[in-house]
């Protein structure tokens, strides 16, 4: 709800009717020193933690939002995490990837 809160105030970010974002999968949070499952009755939302990067692939495909994609006619695309928000695609370089196959 944040992220679509914000995402809200960038109307030019809209590409048709493709969402903007879509939700990666959950795993449970284990515990340090049995790698049990944490128990945290007062909020269970707080057992749960994203699985990382890797999941994007997988989350792509489950949700629909990779075929949506395809359909549209999209064959690249650049991922950008918390992480590495500043980064920008390189024009050369995705041109290299494009026309070496």
């Given at each position: 709800?944040?992220?679509?809160?914000?995402?809200?105030?960038?109307?030019?970010?809209?590409?048709?009717?493709?969402?903007?974002?879509?939700?990666?999968?959950?795993?449970?949070?284990?515990?340090?020193?049995?790698?049990?499952?944490?128990?945290?009755?007062?909020?269970?939302?707080?057992?749960?933690?994203?699985?990382?990067?890797?999941?994007?692939?997988?989350?792509?495909?489950t949700?629909?939002?990779?075929?949506?994609?395809?359909?549209?006619?999209?064959?690249?695309?650049t991922?950008?995490?918390?992480?590495?928000?500043?980064?920008?695609?390189?024009?050369?370089?995705?041109?290299?990837?494009?026309?070496?196959?």
């Open positions: 709800e944040d992220t679509q809160a914000v995402l809200a105030r960038y109307p030019d970010l809209r590409a048709g009717d493709l969402p903007l974002d879509f939700l990666q999968h959950k795993e449970p949070k284990l515990l340090a020193d049995s790698l049990e499952p944490v128990d945290w009755p007062a909020d269970p939302s707080m057992e749960w933690c994203p699985p990382g990067h890797g999941d994007l692939y997988t989350a792509l495909l949700s629909g939002v990779l075929d949506r994609l395809i359909d549209e006619g999209y064959r690249y695309a991922v950008s995490n918390s992480d590495n928000l500043g980064a920008a695609p390189d024009p050369q370089m995705m041109a290299w990837f494009a026309q070496s196959g």
